[in-house]
C-alpha cells in the first residue's frame, strides 16, 4: 500500500470504495483492479456481461451493488462506468443515493461521439442534471473516447469538479495506467470536498 492509500485509510476507515469498470471490465493490470487491492474496504460492481453492455441491466447491478452495504461509499469509476453512474444516479431512490458520498469519474467515455462503438451506443443519450453528491471528473486531452472539450462539457453539467490531464489517453492499460499511483491524488482530493460538504450540512 503506498503512503497516500495507508493516510486515506486511516482519515476514512468507514468508507466503502465502490470500483465502477466500463466497457469490458477491468483486468487485473489496470489501475481500478491495483486500487482494490490496495484501498481498504473494496468492492467492484460486477457486470454479467462485460463485452455487450446494456444500459438497464448495469443500472439495475450497480444499483444492487451499492444497496448491499449501510457503509458510505464513495464510487471510483473509469469510461462507460461514469456514464453508467450519470444514469443510475437519474433515477436511483433518495435511500440508495444517500449511501453514496462522492463519485470519482475517471476518463468518461462519450457515448455521442461521431464513431463510437456500436456496442455503447445503448447508453445514449447521457443525462445531463447535476449529480445528486460530490464528484471529480479526470480526462484527457487525447483521450480516443471523449475530447478534452466534451469532458468538460460533462463535467459542467454533472456539476463536477473537472481536471483534464496533458497527453494521458484514456487513463486505461493501453494508455500506460497500471498501478496509476498518481491518482490516489485526485481520490485525496475528492474525499477532502466530500468531508467539506459533510461539515457545511452538519
Known amino acids: 500500500m503506498t503512503r497516500l492509500a495507508s493516510i486515506l485509510s486511516e482519515a476514512t476507515s468507514m468508507i466503502r470504495y465502490l470500483i465502477v469498470p466500463g466497457w469490458k471490465g477491468s483486468p487485473a493490470a489496470h489501475w481500478q483492479s491495483h486500487w482494490q487491492?490496495?484501498?481498504p474496504s473494496s468492492a467492484r460492481v460486477e457486470q454479467a456481461d462485460w463485452l455487450n453492455p446494456r444500459r438497464d441491466r448495469w443500472i439495475a447491478e450497480l444499483d444492487r451493488t451499492v444497496a448491499m452495504s449501510a457503509q458510505p461509499t464513495i464510487l471510483i469509476a473509469h469510461s462507460l462506468g461514469c456514464i453508467t453512474i450519470a444514469h443510475w444516479a437519474a433515477q436511483a431512490s433518495m435511500d440508495t443515493l444517500q449511501r453514496v458520498?462522492?463519485?470519482l469519474l475517471v476518463a468518461p467515455a462519450d457515448v455521442q461521439r461521431?464513431?463510437?462503438?456500436?456496442?455503447?451506443?445503448?447508453?445514449?443519450?447521457?443525462?445531463?442534471?447535476a449529480l445528486p453528491f460530490p464528484s471529480l471528473l479526470i480526462g484527457s486531452d487525447n483521450d480516443a473516447a471523449?475530447?478534452?472539450?466534451?469532458?468538460?462539457e460533462l463535467g459542467q453539467e454533472w456539476g463536477s469538479e473537472t481536471v483534464i490531464l496533458k497527453g494521458v489517453g484514456h487513463i486505461n492499460t493501453?494508455?500506460?495506467?497500471?498501478?496509476?499511483?498518481?491518482g490516489f491524488a485526485y481520490l485525496y482530493r475528492l474525499q477532502h470536498r466530500v468531508a467539506q460538504e459533510a461539515r457545511k450540512s452538519a
Request: charge should be positive; aromatic fraction near 6%.
Open 37 to 39: 487491492h490496495s484501498l
Open 101 to 103: 458520498r462522492g463519485a
Open 114 to 129: 461521431d464513431g463510437c462503438p456500436d456496442a455503447l451506443r445503448d447508453f445514449a443519450p447521457i443525462p445531463r442534471q
Open 146 to 152: 471523449a475530447t478534452a472539450e466534451r469532458a468538460i
Open 174 to 182: 493501453q494508455s500506460g495506467h497500471t498501478r496509476w499511483t498518481s
